[in-house]
């Protein structure tokens, strides 16, 4: 049986595909009005999602309390990455001590998922699984503030993924990163595990940083 979706989620998933597939640019109004028509439902459902898009930070709220979608600023995005780096490395060392033969499965899975939707070029589905990917090796850890704040840095990770157009060819080179990290957990390598997630995030600024200083001068996302 199917489980039954909201319309609040509903709008929730519109919207937030829409920023991701960069259809929503940074500096961008989202008004109630405007919006309740274009998916055809009343304001309550509408204002869920839009608090959730806020709180997870896919929205902020202006001086005119007007929702727009996010710029993004270089120092932000330093300060992301490090607090990243600080507690997914741990985080992932923590996890291959604790994984199971099943939660190696449910990873290869994962990789094997977000391979397909590059193939295809799903950016919505890209981000999923990459965050799906990094949830589940904190939630493996079994430290409640580990997941809980991997969850949150994730979602600011996905937007500097989606604004900063890294989701093509890159996408292959954090499949094969995921996939190193894979290894060492069926290795049951714990340092070897934290090593290859430290180098992850690290090469995934890198990449970041490489698009946008292609992009300077032209690239409208992010607040130099």
Known sequence: MCPVVSLADK???????????GELQPGFPLREEHLSEMFSISRTPLRKALTQLLAEGFLIKGRDRTLRVPYITVSELQDTMKARKLLETAAAAEACKNCSND???RLEHIIDDEREAWLVHDNFVILTMDSLFHNFIAQTSKNKIY????????YKAALYLALSNTLTDEINYALEEHKAILNAFKLGLPDKAADAMSSHIENVEKRIFDVIKKEKGRNLNFNF
């Open 11 to 21: 709008a929730y998933f519109s919207i937030k595909n829409k920023i991701l597939r």
């Open 103 to 105: 939660d190696i499965s």
């Open 147 to 154: 997941a809980e704040f991997v969850e949150i840095l994730g």
